[in-house]
């Protein structure tokens, strides 16, 4: 997952003692949405399978 924000930040009050001025804010960040995995599944599957035999819910 790759993400880029851009906040254009302009301040409502401005005086002589602040350094507050109009600019743009940016953060860049990615990461690795999810591991290597199994997705098959068993033959005929459509990738979704319980293969920890994990009680399913059913709420």
């Keep these: 997952m790759f993400v880029e924000l851009q906040y254009y ?24 949405v999810r591991e290597n995995r199994d997705t098959v599944g068993p033959t005929g599957s459509d990738g979704i399978y319980n293969n920890e035999k994990v009680t399913v819910s059913t709420c």
């Design 9 to 32: 930040f302009k301040p409502m009050i401005v005086n002589g003692f602040s350094n507050l001025t109009d600019r743009t804010i940016s953060q860049v960040a990615s990461m690795v």
